[in-house]
């Protein structure tokens, strides 16, 4: 997945093993299947073929891409697998800010409305464009590896796929999962929650950014001006599903932080905000050490130490 992952099983000793070797066999495909590093992946056969054919696709990534135009509408096009193309621009070891012309020809291959799905496939419809399913596959494999996790009898298990979290049950103490939020300004964790049967997600600009001009730039880019995103250090959402969690959580970072806290504060969901100065905020507003959370057990706490749990 390009990142770390982790499984936590409880239960028969020979069954969990066997539950991890699947996972791990799983995981490995979703990565084959649409990581844009490999050539011969399904995002890699849509991007060559932008423009021209429409490529057959089956049921899983007609619901990937199904989900990427929900997440678009939601976020009132904000959230756009198409704009992976800007890319192109924003390389790594970049010294300066692009310049409009540079930008220009890339915003213009940015466009999910042109993501034609059909029941014979896809097709993106101009030449140059690009999907990165990125911001939505980790997620939808942490989901789908919890299914096949509870589907093997297994009642107690955390699958962390890079941060994006599935939480089954409770831990072998019979308590939630407590899960460490990354301090987004330095290391170690800087809160946990404890989460039961739900996932979690965290977005934010502090591992992956360019420095330009000795100001930090996020990696989270604006789709319709081609310039990084300034907002919140970090947004955590506790959901249902871990893909929902992280795509609520993105797009709240690319609203900005006023329009993304208010946007959070319309939805039913927990969730733990951070900004560049290590205030906390939630759906309650702006907190102290503590916040309470809707759910049952669930709370974010602040931590006092630089420890990951």
Excluded at 64 to 93: H, M, P
Excluded at 141 to 146: Q, T
Excluded at 167 to 188: D, F, L, S, T, V
Aim: aromatic share 6%; with cysteine; net charge negative.
């Amino acid at each position: 997945m390009g990142s770390p992952c982790e499984l936590k099983l409880s239960g028969d000793p020979a069954l969990c093993q066997q539950v991890a070797a699947d996972c791990q066999r799983e995981a490995a495909r979703f990565e084959r299947r649409y990581s844009r590093f490999t050539t011969d992946s399904i995002t890699a056969q849509i991007n060559a073929s932008a423009g021209g054919v429409v490529v057959p696709i089956d049921a899983e990534c007609r619901a990937i891409l199904e989900y990427a135009g929900v997440c678009w509408s939601l976020s009132d096009g904000l959230f756009d697998i198409t704009s992976g193309v800007l890319r192109r621009v924003w390389t790594k070891g970049r010294t300066q800010l692009p310049t409009p012309d540079e930008l220009c020809p890339i915003l213009a291959l940015i466009d999910w409305q042109k993501v034609e799905l059909s029941e014979a496939g896809v097709r993106l419809g101009m030449p140059g464009m690009e999907i990165d399913l990125g911001g939505v596959v980790k997620e939808y494999a942490a989901d789908a590896l919890a299914q096949r996790i509870r589907s093997a009898g297994i009642e107690s298990a955390v699958v962390n796929l890079g941060g994006d979290i599935f939480c089954i049950g409770a831990n072998p103490e019979g308590q939630p999962w407590r899960i460490g939020i990354k301090n987004p300004g330095g290391p170690g964790a800087i809160a946990q929650v404890g989460i039961a049967n739900a996932g979690l997600a965290t977005s934010g600009g502090y591992e992956r950014y360019l420095e330009i001009e000795g100001k930090r730039l996020s990696h989270l880019l604006n789709q319709a001006t081609g310039m990084p995103v300034e907002s919140l250090a970090s947004v955590s959402v506790i959901a249902d599903q871990s893909v929902v969690a992280g795509s609520i959580a993105t797009i709240a970072l690319l609203k900005g932080q006023a329009g993304g806290l208010d946007w959070l504060r319309t939805l039913e969901c927990d969730f733990l905000a951070i900004d560049a100065s290590g205030q906390f905020f939630a759906r309650q507003g702006q907190v102290g050490d503590e916040i309470p959370a809707s759910g049952l057990d669930q709370k974010f706490t602040r931590l006092n130490t630089n420890e990951l749990i």
